[in-house]
């Protein structure tokens, strides 16, 4: 029985919208990847950027420095704190706010991860409104598996703090006023 238009064309959005929740995913993260997320706050707001996995083998270990470094325009934002996340530790940190870097040691001694967050980095806007800055791993010095081996293969994506603008207060209207 031949099918009507319209159920072709229920079928076919249907379809074109299976592919696009297909493509998108995580973000359309396809591999191995390291990110930062990104994030709009309001001046002098606080709020929290995620570091996260996704796909990787079994990660246990994440070192960024002594070379590599988490970067950021000290202008626009600056560190609050470090706090790591999902049984992972936070052995060794140094921030400094007036450079725009940090480096950490995070480790997960009971376990490992192979996707989802791994470290919470509270930061504030200092920033003008319009401002932005990245937020971005120059290098991880070493990213371990459950056993201590080294993972290689991964992608880093970078995240970014925005400063935007402050709502207009909405005004509500009260129905009992004459």
């Known amino acids: 029985m031949p ?58 270990v994440v ?13 626009v934002v600056r560190i609050e704190a470090l706090r ?10 140094s921030v400094d706010n007036a450079a725009g870097e940090a480096v950490f040691l995070l480790a997960a001694p009971g376990g490992s991860l192979s996707t989802g967050t791994v470290l919470e980095i509270e930061v504030r806007a200092v920033g003008r409104v319009g401002s932005r800055s990245p937020v971005e791993l120059t290098q991880i010095d070493l990213l371990a598996d459950g056993a201590g081996a080294p993972i290689t293969a991964y992608a880093l994506r970078p995240g970014r703090v925005s400063i935007g603008k402050e709502r207009a207060p909405e005004f509500a209207f009260d129905s009992d006023l004459d």
């Open 84 to 93: 790591p996340a999902n049984g992972f530790e936070l052995f060794a940190h």
């Open 63 to 75: 070192q960024v420095g002594p070379t590599g470094r988490l970067t950021f325009d000290p202008e």
């Open 3 to 60: 099918r009507s238009r319209g159920s072709r064309i229920c079928f076919l959005s249907a379809m074109a919208l299976g592919a696009a929740v297909g493509l998108l995913g995580c973000g359309g993260i396809s591999g191995p990847t390291v990110l930062l997320t990104d994030l709009t706050l309001m001046p002098d707001q606080t709020g929290t950027l995620q570091l996260k996995v996704f796909h990787l083998p079994s990660v246990r």
